[in-house]
């Protein structure tokens, strides 16, 4: 028997587990985009005559992200939107996403720009990856795609940096930081109210949204995104804290959300125990860090002594 919604009675779209309700497609999106604009709101006051871009892959969560944020924002007229896609060079993926953030941006009269690791890094993913290094390709690419986005967003003189992280994104990075025991790490995490000289604040609007529920407000928007997995994602570590949140989301509705508002009680007292570290240019490439050379470099440089 179809289940009616409980707002409206006309055939529910789906079933939100974790608060028992089911709603319609009209309530459902409702519901998703007040939720992403009160969390907007937490993340502090964007200010007038800014410039925001969206990381935009093409996948399901930038893409939504890049419409929800076209839908709050391109209403200011003294807000400037951009799409930056980074282009890691992974041959059958990567670039068949490009085309459908670009696809967006161009509906949307976004300025879409791209910056791949080839330029610079000089390597392409799957280059990185023929190497086979213990270290694992997902920290190559995490490190250099986040040069490449900082690098851009500084370019185009970017106020803040949308990315297209959920909740199920959000637990398991909480998760993992807990388990390795990296507080300070933990402590830094994502959406930052304090600027970092030389760092380009990030600013998340899915972060309290299950993945799940992403993708069907993409489905029922009509939005266009590649659905297509990283052939290295299956490498990563993170599929294991994946499959324990999920074991625990079934078993539990809302331990993701619990995880999360957890985190959030908790993150204004780590920051006063670890608050953000002084920074410094690297001396190779200029970038912000709080060692002597970036993580990026070094890596370029193990790259380097590998080919050679």
């Known amino acids: 028997m179809t289940k009616s919604c409980i707002k409206c009675k006309k055939p529910a779209a789906t079933f939100i587990r974790y608060n028992g309700t089911h709603l319609c497609k009209d309530h459902f999106i ?41 839908d709050i924002f391109s209403k200011r007229a003294n807000i400037d939107l951009f799409g930056i896609t980074v282009d890691e060079g992974i041959r059958g993926y990567r670039d068949e996403s490009i ?36 270290q694992g390709e997902c920290s190559y690419c995490g490190v250099f795609r986040r040069l490449c986005l ?25 998760l993992m930081n807990f388990t390795n025991g990296d507080i300070k790490k933990l402590a830094r995490l994502g959406p930052h ?24 407000y993409a489905v029922l928007k009509n939005i266009k995104f590649h659905d297509a997995e990283c052939p290295f994602s299956t490498h990563a570590l993170r599929g294991d804290f994946r499959d324990i949140i999920d074991n625990l989301e079934y078993k539990n509705p809302g331990t993701r959300h619990s995880i999360l508002n957890s985190y959030d009680g908790i993150k204004e007292m780590l920051l006063k125990k670890y608050p953000p570290a ?22 370029k440089d193990k790259i380097c002594s590998k080919i050679s």
């Open 278 to 299: 002084k920074l410094n240019k690297c001396p190779k490439c200029g970038e912000p860090t709080s060692q002597e050379f970036c993580k990026a470099c070094i890596l």
């Open 150 to 174: 900082n690098k851009k967003s500084k370019e185009l003189g970017i106020d803040k940096l949308v990315t297209g992280h959920n909740l199920d994104d959000m637990a398991q990075s909480i």
């Open 30 to 70: 409702e519901y998703f985009e007040r939720r992403v604009k009160k969390d907007i709101k937490k993340q502090g006051k964007t200010e007038g005559n800014s410039k925001i871009a969206v990381a935009i892959s093409g996948g399901k969560d930038s893409s939504v992200a890049l419409y929800v944020i076209h």
């Open 193 to 216: 109210r304090k600027i970092q000289p030389g760092l380009v604040p990030r600013m998340l609007p899915l972060r309290a949204i299950p993945e799940k529920e992403v993708a069907l």
């Open 99 to 134: 085309k459908i953030a670009r696809i967006n941006c161009d509906k949307l009269g976004v300025d879409h720009h791209t910056i791949s690791f080839k330029d610079m890094v000089g390597k392409t993913m799957d280059e990185i990856a023929s190497l086979k290094d213990e």
